[in-house]
């Protein structure tokens, strides 16, 4: 069984920055690709960043220069730093990895992270 924690949202002044984490625990071979979403009230929820199994990027527009996805194999860890934050990315953040285990690959999701900028 694989449980994802998240961690690091909180609120932050306009021009900030924080990093949040998703990591994973349990029966775990690897983490083949991580993506961030995010989901603001009354939006639907949003793919801000994403990371593949070759270390490959990509970012939404929104977000493009400011916020980098990385992840660190040997913790089983994906990340999210995000600078220079504005009110519109305050949202509730979801972690969502491909984890490779027993010679399967399955999706799992965060239980999310609640990002609030605003001075």
């Known amino acids: 069984q694989v449980q994802l924690v998240e961690s690091g949202g909180g609120l932050v002044q306009p021009g900030g920055s924080l990093r949040l984490s998703c990591a994973a625990s349990?029966?775990?071979?690897?983490?083949?690709?991580g993506n961030w979403y995010r989901q603001a009230p009354g939006k639907l929820r949003e793919l801000v960043a994403r990371?593949?199994?070759?270390?490959?990027?990509n970012y939404a527009d929104s977000v493009k220069g400011r916020f980098t996805i990385s992840r660190d194999n040997a913790k089983n860890t994906v990340y999210l730093q995000m600078n220079s934050l504005k009110p519109e990315d305050t949202a509730v953040y979801y972690c969502?990895?491909?984890?490779?285990?027993?010679?399967?690959?399955?999706?799992?999701w965060g239980q999310g992270t609640q990002v609030t900028v605003s001075s």
């Open positions: 969502n990895v491909g984890i490779t285990s027993a010679g399967r690959l399955d999706n799992y």
């Open positions: 990371i593949t199994s070759g270390g490959s990027t």
């Open positions: 349990g029966s775990i071979f690897s983490i083949n690709y």
